[in-house]
C-alpha cells in the first residue's frame, strides 16, 4: 500500500491499529536530530534534506524575534529562511526571500539586512532516537476529543509540550487537521474544516458576525475565534472592519447599506452617534461616508465642520422652513444655523426653486428673498417716496430692475399699492392714498458717523461680484424737509466707476435715504473712499458734511497652482465663501464664450482639475474647475466657469477665504473675459471654425499638462490629445511632423487600462512635447 496522505511508495511506517502505511514525511515520530553547538532540533525529513548537517546561520536576525535563522528547503527545490524560534519565515512573511540557490537566498538576505555574514553552521548533526506514530491515529484522537489537553496527549503517546505543538503546527501546515492551539491553557481545539465556509456565509448573508457566535458555535474561547476570524477574513479576501474592541465584524455591503439607511430615516445624523452604534472610530465611519460620495450612493452632505451627515432632502426641507419663517436672510446666516457650507445652502434654494417649492430670488447683497417678503419691502419702500426710479428701487433691494418692474405690476394689478409706472421716465409714480400705512425701512450699518445740526451721514462696504458696494446713508433727523442732496464719492483712480455724483431731490422730516455706489477695482492695494454730502434746508441754506474716510483694501490675484483634485476642490468649497458674476450671451457661441472664459483664467498660474462639455444642439453645457493657493496669504482660490446655451449665461464662480482677495482675483478675471470676447468679436464669421479650433487646442494641451503634472488617468489625457490631433490637422496642415508626434503619444496612452494612471517618466516626458505642440501652435499662427 502506498503512503495514505501522498501516495509515496517510500514506506516509513505501518500501523497495526488502523492497517495505513506511511512516508517519511506524513509519519509522526519522535526521533530528532541535533546541533551540539546550538541545539537546534531537526525532524528526520529535514535532517535527510540538509545532508545530516546543521543549517543554523550563526550571523543571522529574525524581523519578528531577533533570534538566529535557519534555511530550509521547499518541497519544489527552493531555499528559504525560516526562525526555529516563532512562526516567521521568508516565504510566507515579509521580507519575501525564496530561490533556487542558496547563494541568491544569501545574497538576499544580506541586502535585506537580516543575514550579517552568509554562513551556515554545517556541525554534522546527532542522532536523537524516538519513537514512531500513526499520523491518521493521532489526527483521529484530536478530533473526536473537539478540545483535547496536553496533558491527555502526554499520557497517550508520552511526548513533550514542545514536540505536541511541533507536530500539530506540522499537520496544520500540511492541512491534514484545521483547529486553534490555546498554549496559554495547553490545548489543541479542533475545529471542522467547513467552518470557515460557514463564518463566511454568515458575513454573507448578515453582513456581520460577532465574535462570541464563533465561539459558542464551536465551542472556542472568543480570542480563538478571533484568530479564526482572521484565518477566514485572509481565505475569502473579505473587506470590511472590527468594531473597536475587535468584538464583531462588519462587512463594506453592510457599513455602507446601515449608513445610506440611518442618512435616509433621520435626514440629519452624528457620526459620532453612528460609530458608538457601531462601537467603530470615527474615522472608520468617515472614510466609508466619503467613499459612499463618490461613487453616489449617498445623496446627502456634510455638515457641522464633518461632524454631521445631512441628506439633501433634509436640508431642502429645512431651508424650507427658514424661508417661510424669515421672508430675507442671509446665506451666511443659514448657513451658520444649519452648520453647513454658503454654497449648500445656495444649491438647496435653487433646487427647491426648480421643484417649485419656494418662489423668490438671490440679490447681490448675498441674500436670498422669498416672492412674499419681496412684495412687502416694495410696497413699503413704495408708500414712503411719492416717486422713485426703477433702478433706484432694484439697487436699495439688491436685485435687477426688470424684477422690480414685475414685482410691481404684480402688486398694482392686485390693488395691493396704487399708483402706476412710468415706462418713459423708468419710475414708479404712487397715488396719495395708500391702502394701508407703514413705517420706513431701517438701515442697518456701521456706527461710524458725521452730523451736522440734526443730519447724520453713515457709510459702509462690502464685495459684491467682484465690485466694491460703497453705500451711503443720510438720515434727516431734523422736523423739516431737506432737499437738493448732492452726495458725492471721491474714490481714487484704482476704481472705475459711473459717476461720481447722485442726487436726491428731498428727503422728508425723520426719514432717510440710501445711495448706493459700485466701483469697478481696477487696481490692487490699499485706498481711502470718502466723499463730501451737500444739501439744502428748509429754509434754502446749503450745509456740507463730509463723510468720513474709509479704508479698502483690494489683494493683487497673485497665485500659484496646486495639485488638488476634484474631490479636493469639493469638499474645499464647503468652507469657503465664494462670489460670482454672470452674464447673457445672447449673441455669442456658448462654445467661444467657454474658452474665452477659459483663457482668461489660464492667465493665471492656476491648475485645471477637471473640465466637462456637453455638446447638445439644443442644450450646449460646458463646466471647467481650477485650483490655486494665494502666494501671500496662503489661502486656497477655487474658480469654476458655467456655461449653458439653453440659458444663454456664462458664470464666473470664485471660492476665496479673504473677501479682499476674493474680490481682487474676480475682477481681474472679468477684466480679462472682456478682452478676450472683444478679440472673439472681431474675428470674421468664416474665421470662427479655426478660432474655435485654435482655442480648443490651447485648452487641450493646458489641460492635458495639468493632468500629467498630477499623474491623472490616462483615458481622460488620451481623450485631449485625440481631439488636439483632429483640430490640429485642420489647422497646421496633415503634413505637419507635430502631428506624427501626437499619434505616437495617442498609440502609447491606449495601451493603458480604464482606471490606470499615467507612469511618472512618461507624464514628465509629454509635459516636455506639449510645451513643443504649443510652439508648433503659434509659429503657425504668426504672420508671414
Known amino acids: 500500500m502506498p ?47 540538509s545532508d545530516y548537517r546543521c543549517t543554523l546561520i550563526p550571523k543571522s536576525s529574525c524581523p519578528d524575534c531577533s533570534k538566529e535563522l535557519t534555511i530550509d528547503k521547499l518541497p519544489s527545490g527552493q531555499y528559504f529562511l525560516n526562525c526555529p524560534s516563532c512562526s516567521w519565515d521568508s516565504f510566507n512573511g515579509t521580507p519575501k526571500i525564496h ?39 493521532f489526527i483521529q484522537s484530536l478530533e473526536s476529543g473537539g478540545v483535547t489537553s496536553f496533558a491527555t496527549i502526554k499520557n497517550i503517546y508520552n511526548i513533550d509540550t514542545r514536540t505536541i505543538v511541533r507536530i500539530i503546527n506540522k499537520l496544520k501546515k500540511d492541512k491534514l487537521i484545521t483547529g486553534q492551539i ?182 447681490q447683497k448675498k441674500e436670498f428673498i422669498t416672492e412674499e417678503e419681496l412684495s412687502s419691502r416694495i410696497k413699503s419702500v413704495t408708500r414712503v417716496y411719492r416717486t422713485m426710479k426703477l ?14 418692474e414685475e414685482t410691481l405690476a404684480s402688486l398694482i394689478s392686485r390693488g395691493a399699492i396704487y399708483g402706476f409706472i412710468d415706462m418713459n421716465r423708468r419710475e414708479f409714480v404712487a397715488d396719495r392714498q395708500q391702502p394701508t400705512t407703514m413705517g420706513p425701512t431701517v438701515i442697518p450699518l456701521d456706527d461710524t458717523t458725521q452730523t451736522t445740526g440734526s443730519v447724520e451721514v453713515l457709510r459702509e462696504y462690502d464685495f459684491v461680484g467682484g465690485q466694491l458696494h460703497f453705500k451711503v446713508v443720510v438720515k434727516n433727523h431734523t422736523d423739516k424737509v431737506i432737499t437738493d442732496i448732492k452726495i458725492i464719492l471721491d474714490a481714487p483712480s484704482s476704481y472705475r466707476k ?30 481711502t473712499i470718502g466723499g463730501t454730502v451737500i444739501y439744502k434746508d428748509a429754509t434754502g441754506k446749503p450745509h456740507t458734511i463730509h463723510i468720513r474716510p474709509k479704508e479698502v483694501q483690494i489683494k493683487c490675484p497673485l497665485v500659484s497652482k496646486t495639485l488638488d483634485t476634484i474631490e479636493d476642490c469639493q469638499i474645499t468649497i464647503q468652507n469657503l465663501p465664494s462670489d460670482a458674476r454672470a452674464f447673457l450671451i445672447a449673441d455669442l457661441d456658448p462654445k467661444l464664450a467657454y474658452r474665452a472664459a477659459f483663457r482668461a483664467i489660464t492667465n493665471f498660474d492656476t491648475r485645471n482639475v477637471t473640465s466637462l462639455e456637453l455638446s447638445d444642439p439644443d442644450d450646449y453645457k460646458a463646466e471647467a474647475w481650477f485650483s490655486s493657493e494665494a502666494k501671500v496669504t496662503g489661502g486656497r482660490i477655487i474658480t469654476r466657469i458655467a456655461v449653458s446655451g439653453k440659458n444663454q449665461s456664462l458664470e464666473i464662480r470664485v471660492w476665496c477665504n479673504d473677501p479682499g482677495q476674493l474680490t481682487g482675483f474676480l475682477a481681474k478675471i472679468i477684466e480679462l473675459l472682456f478682452l478676450e470676447i472683444n478679440i472673439v468679436r472681431k474675428v470674421k464669421a468664416e474665421e470662427r471654425q479655426r478660432t ?68 511618472e517618466k512618461e507624464a514628465d516626458s509629454l509635459m516636455s512635447d506639449i510645451e513643443g505642440f504649443q510652439n508648433t501652435l503659434a509659429r503657425s499662427l504668426a504672420p508671414t
Open 3 to 49: 503512503c495514505m496522505y501522498c501516495g509515496s511508495t517510500t514506506i516509513a511506517y505501518s500501523c497495526e491499529k488502523c492497517g495505513n502505511q506511511f512516508c517519511s514525511d506524513h509519519v509522526i515520530t519522535t526521533e530528532y536530530y541535533s546541533c551540539k553547538k546550538h541545539g537546534i532540533k531537526y525532524t528526520t525529513a529535514q535532517a535527510e534534506q
Open 99 to 137: 530561490y533556487i540557490t542558496k547563494k541568491l537566498v544569501f545574497d538576499e538576505g544580506s541586502r535585506s539586512g537580516l543575514i550579517q555574514r552568509p554562513e551556515e553552521c554545517g556541525l554534522k548533526l546527532k542522532i536523537n532516537q524516538g519513537v514512531q506514530i500513526c499520523s491518521n491515529c
Open 182 to 363: 490555546d498554549t496559554k491553557n495547553q490545548v489543541f481545539i479542533y475545529i471542522p474544516d467547513d467552518s470557515r465556509a460557514y463564518i463566511n456565509d454568515e458575513i454573507q448573508k448578515n453582513g456581520k458576525i460577532s465574535m462570541l457566535q464563533i465561539a459558542n458555535r464551536f465551542n472556542v474561547p472568543e480570542d480563538n475565534g478571533l484568530e479564526l476570524m482572521y484565518e477566514v477574513l485572509k481565505e475569502f479576501e473579505i473587506h470590511g472592519t472590527f468594531d473597536t474592541k475587535k468584538k464583531n465584524y462588519y462587512s463594506i455591503d453592510f457599513l455602507n447599506e446601515y449608513i445610506v439607511k440611518t442618512v435616509d430615516e433621520k435626514g440629519r445624523v452624528s457620526i459620532q452617534e453612528m460609530s458608538d452604534i457601531l462601537g467603530t472610530s470615527v474615522d472608520i465611519v468617515k472614510y466609508y461616508v466619503i467613499e459612499l460620495f463618490k461613487s453616489q450612493k449617498l445623496d446627502a452632505y456634510f455638515a457641522d465642520s464633518g461632524k454631521q451627515i445631512v441628506s439633501k432632502n433634509k436640508l431642502k426641507s429645512e431651508v424650507e422652513s427658514y424661508c417661510k419663517e424669515h421672508g430675507l436672510f442671509k446665506l451666511t446666516d443659514a448657513a451658520k444655523h444649519f452648520n453647513v457650507a454658503v454654497e449648500l445652502i445656495r444649491k438647496s434654494l435653487v433646487a427647491l426653486i426648480k421643484e417649485k417649492r419656494i418662489r423668490g430670488l438671490f440679490t
Open 391 to 404: 433702478r433706484e428701487l432694484a439697487l436699495k433691494l439688491g436685485i435687477t430692475e426688470l424684477r422690480v
Open 498 to 527: 459711473q459717476s461720481d455724483i447722485l442726487k436726491v431731490s428731498t428727503i422728508s422730516p425723520h426719514n432717510s435715504r440710501g445711495i448706493d455706489f459700485y466701483l469697478e477695482p481696477v487696481e490692487c492695494g490699499i485706498s
Open 692 to 759: 474655435l479650433d485654435v482655442m480648443s487646442i490651447t485648452q487641450n494641451l493646458i489641460t492635458a499638462s495639468d493632468f500629467c503634472a498630477v499623474r491623472y488617468k490616462a483615458k481622460d489625457i488620451l481623450l485631449k490629445l485625440e481631439d488636439t490631433h483632429y483640430r490640429m490637422s485642420r489647422v497646421v496642415g496633415n503634413t505637419d511632423p507635430t502631428l506624427a508626434k501626437i499619434q505616437y503619444w495617442i498609440e502609447k496612452l491606449q495601451k493603458y487600462d480604464e482606471e490606470e494612471k499615467i507612469q
